[in-house]
DNA sequence: CTGAAAGCGCTAACAC
DNA sequence: GTGTTAGCGCTTTCAG
């Protein structure tokens, strides 16, 4: 015995070593099976093509045989790249992001990319985290629909400092330097009120969303479609939420104000069926008393309590053009462009702001 | 110069190279500039016992100046273990689904886990593509809703060939061999049907579910209940769906029948609340003249048109619990249990059957 | 308590 | 076309 130490189970000192039992076949198995080197079953594998036909067809045969599948950890730490992309969205339980995540993922798999999808809870630190996490998993790209603070710095900083691409969705941190690919904030907030304001609603409360930029964005707009409209901003009425939960919450605060607000912006939608169900509670009509609009054209929004009117972002859309912008920046090794991709907000009109009007 | 043939680009012939600006922090990098050994930092990062109280602060003080962050495509290669469990369900629309994700992610995390979600978009095949990815990613273990026929053999059988643990949720496929954890399927179908029958209907219908193992068995209960209570199974009144769009095109070829049916048991919310639209669109009132349950008590369910009925499964409890399962059986490498925690089903009355009874 | 040697399974770059 | 060499960044096993 040549060596007493040898580090692992598997083989003594680079021999051939038959092929333990449960193990997964590797490339160095089908090698020796054929008589060829492990750089030629390589190549038949990621289908170069300077591979004799007759040699190919043998390893393809053979690996066919042998199920084989390539280890990913491996290849990706030779190559230093993983094919693996992060998505990090503040809330599943909201399908304007489960949409987003489909979109990236369709768009991201006939390109050969798998996507990690992590969840923030609308949590900054939280977020932090799992973005490190997944920078240290070695992912080739990052899309974030972050939850940091318009102002944040340090994690972006991070990401740069390692030189992984990535793009913002539906959140836009102050980074002109990242691109970005969701509706304009303030365009939503203002395009929701002025819809409120065109609907006769004089006393318009928003449920206003975090501290991070959709939240700060859409408010912006709500004030300034108010102050467009010669209209008083009550500082009452503007609550904060995040999901459907709070939305309640923060709408039954608004009806106990006096006078009653005559409509109410959620910034989200589930914000805005959350507020409609404390609405109906207190036995006010949608949308004769009240009347409601949310954000984000969720996937149930038209099955809600009262249809919601809410304001469309072509969630799947947003996906995937992120996905086409942060797979060309994963291999055109250029500093990427930073540009802004804005998606035309729309609104759709249900019910729960009065539906669509028969005539003008 | 020794070796004109050098691979890489970054160090020459083994030996030390400064560090490349952008590059990442190595082990390497740490134990040069303190002159100790790799093996010495690596056992500070993994916070091994056996290093010098002295030592082990110099190296940490070293770590946090440069933001050492361990590269776990490596540390996994040569571990042979990731700390990744693959989860895939069937869609991420619906919330039941999103909310099993947040609970295994939960529970999963602090084992210092990281979880992959997949969506198999109610597509056996590409659930089965998923899956092999997943394992050539060397996932550590796998949580499936699958949506494999309750016979299917093949994926299971690579799985288990393979080696990697997993557990099934929510949609039990025949692999006794295999841990699951979900409710009893055909408790479902005869919970919500004898309430609907308690509730005085007669022409119950069903919007049943794709041919997996959670639509066959809640189908089944529901003929069960409807033969235990002398009502005879029409053969026209099941219908076929899988979520809200494919619910709502069901309900209305049910309507179209004469008579139309008293009652709708939705195989899952989704459905159901598709249904209702239906329902309402056709001019019917929900819960007079028809009366609508569901199955999954997802996220928005209360909020619906009609709040909806339904059966709930603890959809977070079984994701803390399968990640519970299949942690242990990750570590404890003896073969799995195989037994399944079965989910009492509970049944949530709300307004779409009539809401709760005053009196008896 | 510390470290040297070997190796995880694969790919990059070059030589034959 | 094919094979060689070196190496990705880390952990394992075992010797000092």
Same mark, same amino acid.
């Given at each position: ?10 083989? %003594? ?12 076949? /590797? &490339? ?11 750089? @030629? ?14 040699? /190919?067809? *043998? ?18 730490? %030779?190559?230093?790249? @993983? ?12 399908? $304007? $992001? ?35 996490? &997944? &920078? ?13 603070? #318009? ?35 303030? %365009?939503?907030? *203002? ?10 609603? /004089? ?24 102050? %467009? ?22 709408? /039954? ?7 009653? #607000? ?7 939608? #589930? ?33 809600? *309590? ?12 947003? +996906?995937?053009?992120?996905? +086409? ?9 250029? *500093? ?9 907000? @729309? &609104? ?7 539906? #669509?009007?028969?005539?003008?």
């Amino acid at each position: 015995m040549k060596s007493g130490a040898n580090g692992y189970r598997r083989g %003594a000192a680079g021999a051939s070593m038959p092929n333990p039992p449960n193990a997964p076949v /590797r &490339l160095k198995d089908i090698a020796q099976d054929l008589n060829v080197s492990v750089m @030629t079953v390589s190549k038949v594998v990621r289908g170069c093509a300077d591979v004799g036909a007759q040699t /190919r067809s *043998r390893v393809l045969a053979r690996i066919k045989e042998l199920n084989y599948q390539p280890n990913w950890v491996a290849r990706s730490l %030779a190559a230093r790249r @993983t094919f693996i992309v992060g998505l990090v969205v503040p809330d599943l339980m909201n399908t $304007f $992001f489960a949409e987003i995540a489909k979109g990236v993922a369709s768009a991201m798999r006939p390109l050969g990319y798998d996507v990690v999808i992590c969840n923030s809870e609308e949590d900054a630190s939280l977020e932090a985290s799992e973005i490190e996490r &997944l &920078l240290a998993r070695q992912v080739d790209g990052l899309i974030l629909a972050s939850v940091q603070p #318009p102002d944040a710095e340090e994690i972006f900083a991070k990401i740069e400092a390692r030189g992984v691409p990535y793009v913002l969705v539906d959140r836009r941190v102050s980074r002109p330097s990242a691109p970005y690919v969701g509706a304009d904030d303030e %365009a939503i907030g *203002r395009l929701a009120t002025e819809h409120l304001i065109e609907r006769g609603c /004089r006393r318009i409360a928003h449920i206003a969303g975090p501290h991070h930029p959709a939240g700060v964005g859409r408010l912006k707009g709500y004030r300034e479609a108010l102050a %467009a409209a010669g209209l008083k901003a009550v500082e009452e009425y503007v609550e904060r939420a995040a999901d459907d939960a709070t939305g309640y919450q923060a709408a /039954r605060r608004l009806l106990s104000l006096d006078p009653v #607000p005559d409509a109410i912006f959620g910034y989200n939608d #589930p914000a805005a069926a959350g507020a409609m169900k404390a609405i109906l509670e207190a036995g006010y009509r949608i949308p004769e008393q009240i009347k409601v609009v949310g954000a984000g054209n969720m996937h149930y929004s038209d099955l809600l *309590r009262v249809p919601l009117s809410t304001v469309d972002q072509r969630s799947t859309g947003i +996906g995937e053009q992120a996905a +086409g912008i942060l797979a060309k920046a994963i291999t055109s090794k250029r *500093r990427r462009a930073g540009g802004a991709i804005l998606i035309e907000p @729309t &609104l759709v009109i249900r019910e729960s702001s009065g539906g #669509p009007l028969k005539s003008t």
